[in-house]
Structure formats: structure tokens, C-alpha cells
């Protein structure tokens, strides 16, 4: 009886014995208590998971950490990318606006030029009387001038419709309203461009929408199970230089092939000279010595480097387009995307600010989150400059 009474002592502290190990054995330690391969930034000095099973790691994406923002950082930004992608293939192909199109009937949409003419004068009677509709009919043809019509269509009857359609001459208080007019006049084009435009191409877009989310994804996957050990360290930071490198030469592909789309010999220069250059960066970031901390600023010098090479082709851009308003917006946004990605890059070298006082920004506030943060700006940024570059390519073509 004793001896029975015994073993169930002795199971009962083993079993709390082993809890308490558990729970020590999981704690955060500190900088000086990590292997060698978990040590990147001596500024952060506490908060760091050591060599934990995938299930605690797991779990650790609840709890806070030292790499609890990081991994949820670029967690949100593939969510947003992933949504992103999801509206624009639903969307953004639909550049019209459906309420000036509620008054065209089936006919219309079915491309019968015949009835073209009272659908058209139909749908405008509803719209404010303005003067001088010469004057628009006038631009109507400059710019239907201009838009790649499917062959089945013939450009001279098209805008020979439209511009029959405007009635002589209105009155709108008396005078010309400029801003009347461009709405009007944007409205009919809006109506015109799907029925007689050949879409472009999407796939560049796609491209660095994909780049995009594989490189949150695999960020964010690093910083999670990067503490497993050091073989899973080793294969999660190639993945992580891996997306940075794809994420920087898709980011070329939609300025690159929307802006040289009519000049296929600059296109194919461009377009092959990034993607080697990023496969040259990614083979780079397999080599054992990339990933040790004194190579940092080599790190971040040479994808600094791979996004400076876009000057070439955003300012052959500017030169040919330089009276478009289209290339000046777009590169208004690349200048800020460039800018957004300097200085994360700039900042990620540098350790700044947990340089300046050690300690204090382990959880919140160190480089490699406002890094992460830059980042996510930075490509949401050039995303709004492809959606320029889509309706640019749909309304005008080559």
C-alpha cells in the first residue's frame, strides 16, 4: 500500500516537474542566451524565443515577443495584397462607370452601330446644356483618334456616330463651363472605350501583385519559425531575401511593359535586364556568408542597388512621355515608392532607433518594423501607380 502511495507521489511530481521544465523551457530569453545563428541585433536585448517546437511556435503568433509585430506587420500587408488582387481581377477591367452605361440597351452592348446613333442621343438628354458642343465633338475625334479599334470595327464610323449624336449648340447659364464640358466629355469616353478597345494585357500587373504578397508571406513566415533551429533559420532566410528580390523586380514589370508597350525591343531590354538582376540577387542571398550580421549594409546595399537600376527605364519614360499626364503622375507615385523603400532600407542598415537606447524597443518600435512598415507603403504606392498605367494602356493603346 505504501509503496503504491509512493509511485502515485513520485508520478505526481514528475508530471509537475515536467510542467515546470515546459514552462522554463519556453520562456523569452535575452540576447546573450541565443545560439549564434539567432544573433542579428545586439540593440535588442530581450524577448527572444530560443529553439522552440513548430507547436509553440505556433501559438507564439498570439503572444508578445520581440518578432510579434514583425510577423504581423507583413501578415496584414499579404491580406491587404490578397485583396487587392482579388478587386482588381473583379474591378479594375471594368474601368467604365456603370451608371453612364444604365441607359445603353442590349442592342448597344452587343456593338449594333446601326442603333448606336438614338442610344447615344438618348443617353444624353438627360445630361446639362452646354455651348460650343463643336468644340467637344471636335476633341471626341482627336481622342477617339487615338484608341486601338478592333478590326471588325471601323474607326470612322464609330466616331462618326459619337460625334452626330451631339446636338448643335445648348445653352448652360449662358456661358461656356469648361468643367461641365471635360465631364461630358469623359462621360462619352467612358461610354465609348469598352465597346471598341482591345484590353491589354494584365499579366505585369499580376506579376507584382504576385511579387508582392510572396514576399509578405515569406517575411512573415520567417520571423514566425526562424527560431525553430538553425536548419530552418538558414532555409527561412533565403526565402525571406528570395521575396525582397521578387517583390523589387515585379515592381518593374508594370512601368516597364506599360510604358514601352508599342517599343517591344526597349520592353524586352528592360524587362530581361530586371529579371536577371533579380535572379543574380536571389542566387547572391544563397551563399552561407549573406546571412551574418556584419554583412547587414551588404544586404541592404545590394537590393538598394537592384531598385536603383529602375532610373533607366522611369526616366527613358519621362522623355518619350513627357507631355502625357499620365507618365508624370506615375512617376510621381515611383518617386515615392522609391523614397519609401530607401529609407526602410536606409533605416533597416542603420538600427535606428533601438541604437540609440538598446532595450527599449524590443516589442515595439525597432528598425526591422518600421522597415516592414515602409515596405507595405511603398508597394501599395506602386500599385496605385499601375492603375494609372491600366486605364492609360486601355483608353489609348499604343
Not at 520562456?27 to 530581450?46: C, F, K, S
Not at 501559438?59 to 499579404?78: P, R
Not at 477617339?144 to 460625334?163: G, M, R, Y
Not at 525591343?265 to 538582376?277: E, P, V
Request: hydrophobic share 45%; charged share 15%.
Amino acid at each position: 500500500m505504501g509503496s503504491s502511495e509512493d509511485e502515485k507521489i513520485e508520478c505526481l511530481k514528475e508530471g509537475k516537474g515536467k510542467r515546470l521544465w515546459k514552462k522554463v523551457k519556453y520562456q523569452l530569453v535575452e540576447y546573450h542566451a541565443l545560439p549564434a545563428y539567432l544573433r542579428d541585433n545586439e540593440y535588442i536585448i530581450g524577448h527572444y524565443r530560443s529553439e522552440w517546437p513548430l507547436k509553440q511556435i505556433f501559438l507564439s503568433i498570439f503572444t508578445i515577443h520581440n518578432e510579434t509585430l514583425n510577423v504581423w506587420t507583413h501578415l496584414i500587408g499579404f491580406i491587404l495584397f490578397l485583396a487587392l488582387t482579388i478587386y482588381t481581377a473583379m474591378k479594375v477591367p471594368q474601368f467604365v462607370d456603370v451608371h453612364s452605361l444604365q441607359h445603353l440597351t442590349d442592342a448597344v452592348k452587343r456593338l449594333d452601330l446601326h442603333k448606336m446613333h438614338s442610344e447615344f442621343l438618348t443617353c444624353l438628354s438627360s445630361l446639362p446644356n452646354i455651348p460650343d458642343l463643336h468644340r467637344l465633338g471636335d476633341d471626341l475625334k482627336a481622342s477617339l483618334s487615338s484608341i486601338d479599334l478592333l478590326p471588325s470595327l471601323p474607326s470612322w464610323h464609330t466616331v462618326e456616330l459619337l460625334t452626330n449624336c451631339l446636338p448643335e449648340r445648348f445653352s448652360y447659364k449662358n456661358q461656356s463651363d469648361p468643367c461641365v464640358l471635360k465631364n461630358v466629355k469623359t462621360d462619352l469616353l467612358n461610354i465609348i472605350a469598352p465597346l471598341v478597345l482591345r484590353p491589354i494585357t494584365r499579366w505585369p500587373f499580376y506579376a507584382f501583385l504576385g511579387g508582392a504578397m510572396f514576399c509578405l508571406l515569406a517575411s512573415s513566415t520567417c520571423h514566425l519559425l526562424s527560431c525553430h533551429s538553425e536548419r530552418v533559420s538558414y532555409i527561412m532566410l533565403r526565402l525571406d531575401y528570395a521575396g525582397i528580390a521578387a517583390l523589387i523586380a515585379t515592381s518593374f514589370y508594370p512601368p516597364v511593359y506599360y510604358s514601352f508597350m508599342c517599343e517591344p525591343f526597349f520592353c524586352i531590354l528592360y524587362l530581361g535586364f530586371i529579371t536577371i538582376l533579380g535572379i543574380a540577387t536571389i542566387l547572391v542571398s544563397l551563399l552561407p556568408v549573406f546571412q551574418k550580421p556584419e554583412f547587414r549594409s551588404t544586404r541592404a546595399s545590394l537590393f538598394f542597388g537592384m531598385g536603383l537600376s529602375g532610373l533607366a527605364p522611369i526616366l527613358h519614360k519621362l522623355i518619350v512621355f513627357r507631355h502625357q499626364p499620365e507618365a508624370l503622375h506615375t512617376t510621381g507615385y515611383e518617386i515615392l515608392m522609391g523614397l519609401l523603400y530607401g529609407l526602410g532600407a536606409l533605416i533597416y542598415a542603420t538600427r535606428i532607433p533601438e541604437r540609440w537606447m538598446p532595450g527599449k524597443f524590443d516589442i515595439a518600435g525597432h528598425s526591422h518594423q518600421l522597415f516592414h512598415v515602409l515596405v507595405v507603403a511603398g508597394a501599395y504606392t506602386h500599385y496605385r501607380a499601375g492603375l494609372i498605367y491600366l486605364r492609360w494602356r486601355d483608353l489609348q493603346g499604343c
